[in-house]
């Protein structure tokens, strides 16, 4: 029996290689689509995911940074797939790289509402499909959850509190069959770094301990550890290099 997945910020970089990772793992996928730019983006996935796996697959215009917008992917999910979620992607996220001087207070309001607050709306709405039914939630977090970033305090408050959030929720659902787990990737090829230069990348991958900038199949890899490590809740999978070590 095919399980059932929905991910926010799944069309593109990391998220796609998730989206991916969900649809060759026999799920039926819901992944968000926040502006009419992503639209076409999303669909195309929709149908590799129809097409290469054999699942099932909706694009759903929704900025999840607003609890309407996640109740509205939560129940086109259960509309099309039944009343049960299976896992829990959270991955959407933006960044600002100010100083926090001169950041205004809606420029973090936006990161702190996407990167953090979008996680527990879609966490709320989400869980009484999960509970008790051996499921899984994964967010997102970062390196920059567990340590600093200059110029990316809401950033990194944001994916502090994402790690907060995962251990709060693997204590309270463990009971009710329900791993939370958390996934912080380190430096990794997406397309914020395919437009940096090649000296500039050399000199990036040397201050990693394994000499490399990652790929987004190393997300993907870790996302499909959690999801079937049945032993694993509350944890904090940080695929990074060595660039820090927890």
Do not use: W
């Not at 991916?20 to 076409?40: F, H, P």
């Not at 099932?56 to 992917?73: N, R, T």
């Not at 990036?204 to 550890?225: F, N, Q, S």
């Amino acid at each position: 029996m095919a399980k059932n997945a929905i991910i926010t910020g799944g069309s593109r970089g990391l998220g796609k290689a998730m989206t991916l990772k969900l649809g060759e793992l026999g799920y039926n996928v819901a992944i968000n689509y926040r502006s009419d730019s992503s639209k076409q983006l999303t669909e195309d996935l929709v149908e590799e995911l129809k097409s290469e796996y054999g699942v099932e697959a909706i694009a759903v215009q929704a900025d999840v940074s607003k609890f309407e917008d996640c109740e509205k992917l939560v129940n086109a999910a259960v509309e099309a797939f039944g009343e049960e979620i299976d896992a829990l992607i959270n991955n959407a996220g933006i960044t600002n790289n100010c100083n926090f001087i001169d950041l205004q207070p809606e420029e973090y309001e936006r990161v702190i509402n996407t990167n953090l607050v979008s996680m527990m709306h879609m966490c709320h709405l989400a869980l009484p499909y999960m509970v008790d039914r051996d499921t899984a939630i994964v967010c997102t977090a970062s390196v920059g959850g567990l340590t600093g970033v200059i110029n990316q305090a809401d950033y990194c408050a944001a994916k502090t509190g994402v790690i907060g959030l995962c251990r709060a929720l693997a204590l309270e659902f463990a009971p009710r069959k329900v791993r939370v787990n958390s996934i912080a990737p380190g430096m990794i090829m997406t397309d914020m770094l395919k437009g940096v230069n090649q000296d500039e990348l050399n000199a990036l991958a040397a201050t990693i301990p394994l000499g490399h900038i990652g790929e987004p199949k190393e997300i993907a890899g870790a996302l499909e550890y959690i999801l079937t490590a049945d032993y694993l809740t509350g944890q904090v999978i940080s695929p990074n290099g060595g660039f820090v070590l927890q």
